[in-house]
DNA sequence: GGGGATTTGTCCGTATGTATC
DNA sequence: CGATACATACGGACAAATCCC
């Protein structure tokens, strides 16, 4: 009723935070009821009557957080509370890509750099702590792979899958959630362009398996080079095609 | 000028992507039209008659691009094209890890690690390419800090400055802001939790001073070994404060 | 499968607040 | 200060989608 929750609020302080007052209400109301991912919100009604603003406002609120994934609305069922997911993140990032015209392959570029450095140290903390059981499982997808390559189809989901299983045993959901939000970004923005598909999958699939050959032999430096030049390959892949189309 | 823009657009395909209609071709009007942040957009009129949906809808969508940053809205003045920032991450990631009630620490935790991991990354690529005239930029902001902690007052806009300065020979303009944004996150979250603010100001600066002294050196190895130690501070000062809270 | 109830999507008209010149 | 252009907000009405009985 008060207007005395300034405090514990998610604003950052005075500063101007996103557009309006009913948006941060709704997200408060989230926190406060702890309402997880999946529980139904209150209706457009019910929060118009409960915040005392007009249906618009309630609309125009919850638009903008469905663009956040902090809330999911479905036609003619009703409006739940998001997943929070990274979606945001990817398509944000993709439309910085697209928008910076003329130098997305610089663009580009910066991204897989940051992918780059995370999972050349990422490998390394995870080379030791590896089980055979881990191995085994990665062992399987670079078959699935080696399999795919061979009969010429693209492996975009034994990538994610590859890239997910080996990062697993950290116990950190964030990093195959950012790992995945740069791939979109990377593969969004060059099938936008109208770039080739993997023009090499068997190379594809070979670096995947130096990885993998590396983590087996506990070689954690070789595991980090591996990875480098992983990633160096798609590199040269991304700066081949953008010369092509220039 | 034709509606042939089928090829090239936003969406990845028949997949289900943002939100709704009008969002994705106010979009498509920026990329088609090579609007550069800051530019102005048309107006609520404008649009309205140009994609030919009523006034309420052009708003739903300006306000979920504007959750994005993908346009600014200035009130009573115009509507004009965005930075596309990392600012809906920041917003997302915040919101994602006050949600997770009760495992706040552990979220918090995975941001840390992930930033450990870039940024142990990044001190390693730049130490060697790092010139007198960065080192002696850097060791300005270092003294600044240390002036900042014997005053015992807290400098997170030195922090900032001390990794984009560290940084900045990359040429990666992605890299800082990825940094920042965590740290915003972070310090956000604290922030609402009530965390205090930086108990130990002078070791905050001394784990700075380290890390320059390393990069003196041109010791990767030993400067490698001072991020981590940084971050190992910021670490256990967490886990020591969400344990008090408990 | 039909029909009614609920909920979100879209539209219109009007009034108000705000920034620029 | 006034004039103008623009975004903000409200209320009402109807359409479309979904669910449930």
């Known amino acids: 009723m008060s207007d005395e929750r300034r405090n514990a609020t998610v604003s950052t302080g005075r500063e101007r935070r996103v557009g309006s ?4 209400e709704v997200m408060q109301l989230i926190l406060d009821r702890r309402l ?8 457009e009604v019910e929060l118009m009557e409960s915040l005392k603003v007009s249906r618009n406002s309630v ?4 638009k903008a957080l469905q663009a956040l994934d902090i809330v999911e ?20 990032l993709t439309f910085r890509t697209l928008a910076r015209e003329g130098d997305d392959a610089h663009a580009l570029g ?38 795919a390559a061979r009969a010429g189809e ?24 950012l790992l995945a939000a740069f791939w979109n970004v ?7 362009r109208g770039w080739t598909e993997d023009p090499s999958l068997t190379v594809t699939a070979r670096r995947h398996r130096d990885i993998l050959t590396a ?9 980090q080079r591996a990875m480098a030049d992983h990633f160096r390959g798609i590199e040269a892949r991304a700066w081949q095609e953008t010369l092509g189309v220039k």
Chains 1, 2 share one sequence.
């Open 186 to 192: 990377f593969h969004r923005v060059a099938g936008v």
């Open 36 to 43: 997880p991912a999946g529980a139904p919100m209150p209706t």
């Open 21 to 24: 007052q009913v948006q941060r």
């Open 110 to 147: 910066e991204i897989l750099q940051v992918r780059e450095v995370l999972e050349e140290g990422l490998v390394r903390r995870v080379a030791e702590a590896l089980g055979d059981a881990e191995l085994d499982e990665l062992e399987d997808v670079i078959q699935r792979m080696e399999a």
């Open 73 to 92: 609305i479905r036609h003619g069922y009703g409006t739940y509370v998001g997943q929070a997911s990274l979606s945001p993140f990817v398509d944000g």
């Open 215 to 223: 983590l087996r032999a506990r070689d954690v430096e070789q595991a």
């Open 59 to 62: 609309r125009e609120a919850l």
């Open 154 to 177: 693209a492996f975009p989901e034994l990538d994610r899958e590859f890239h997910e299983k080996l990062y697993r045993s950290l116990g950190n959901a964030l990093v195959p959630q």
